[in-house]
């Protein structure tokens, strides 16, 4: 993992906003209007929240979180490594350990919603489409994507 496997996966309630921001833009769902210092609520309010750091150089190099209220159901949300380090197992890594420890605590309904061409990716990890359903998102007649 990482190349030479120097990448240490911490579970964090807090972590540097910058870092952050740089993963947001490298999954392409950062908005320059939203206020970096969100992310720090962002945080302490997610279920699990996983990053990955390169131990060369103390670089935020991927993350990933699972949303869930601890009892019954979980999503896996925001899984992003940066370019540079993808191809590595850092996003396995990550996955992993957000369903490790969702399972770990009694979650065993684990869901998410794969971006196109990520199918793949998932489907490897153990996760399958769910036939007949279809994700949806709320908009309210607004573009806020």
Same mark, same amino acid.
């Given at each position: 993992m990482g190349g030479d496997g120097a990448v240490d996966l911490c579970v964090v309630k807090e972590w540097d906003s910058r870092a952050l921001v740089d993963l947001y833009r490298a999954g392409g769902w950062w908005k320059e209007w939203w206020d970096p210092s969100h992310l720090r609520v962002l945080i302490r309010s997610t279920f699990l929240f996983v990053v990955a750091v390169d131990r060369k150089t103390?670089?935020?190099?991927g993350m990933g979180r699972a949303i869930s209220d601890g009892v019954s159901d979980a999503y896996i949300q925001d899984l992003v490594v940066l370019h540079e380090f993808r191809r590595q197992g850092i996003g396995e890594a990550i996955l992993k350990r957000l369903v490790e420890v969702c399972l770990s605590r009694g979650i065993t309904w684990? =869901?998410?919603v794969a971006e196109p061409g990520t199918q793949g &990716?998932?489907?490897? =990890?153990? &996760?399958s489409p769910m036939e007949g359903h279809i994700p949806m998102l709320y908009r309210d007649g607004k573009d806020v994507c």
């Open positions: 103390g670089r935020t190099v684990i =869901a998410l &990716f998932y489907k490897g =990890a153990g &996760f």
